[in-house]
Nanobody, 121 residues
């Protein structure tokens, strides 16, 4: 079983910054793609950014130039640095990781429990 534990959410003023972290632990061979999603009240969950094991990144248009995703493969941890935050960034942010249990196993997606990010003055 694999667990994803997120941290770093909270309340911040518009224009401020937050850094989210997500650490994967448990029985696994390798973490493949890792990413961040968010879900605002009344809206569907959407991809914010993801990153491959080799470091290739992908961002939603709404966060390009403001958010940066990174990862530490040795620690099985993914980060999301969020700058110039806007009220529309308010949402529950979820970490996701595609994890291979063994060297021959296909990946399986695991989700974190979510962390609230509120941008408000």
């Amino acid at each position: 079983q694999v667990q994803l534990v997120e941290s770093g959410g909270g309340l911040v003023q518009p224009g401020g910054s937050l850094r989210l972290s997500c650490a994967a632990s448990g029985s696994m061979f390798r973490t493949n793609v890792m990413g961040w999603y968010r879900q605002a009240p009344g809206k569907e969950r959407e991809l914010v950014a993801d990153i491959t094991r080799g470091g290739s990144t992908n961002y939603a248009d709404s966060v390009k130039g403001r958010f940066t995703i990174s990862r530490d493969n040795a620690k099985n941890t993914v980060y999301l640095q969020m700058n110039s935050l806007k009220s529309e960034d308010t949402a529950v942010y979820y970490c996701a990781a595609d994890v291979s249990a063994t060297i021959r196993s296909p990946g399986r997606t695991y989700w974190g429990q979510g962390t609230q990010v509120t941008v408000s003055s």
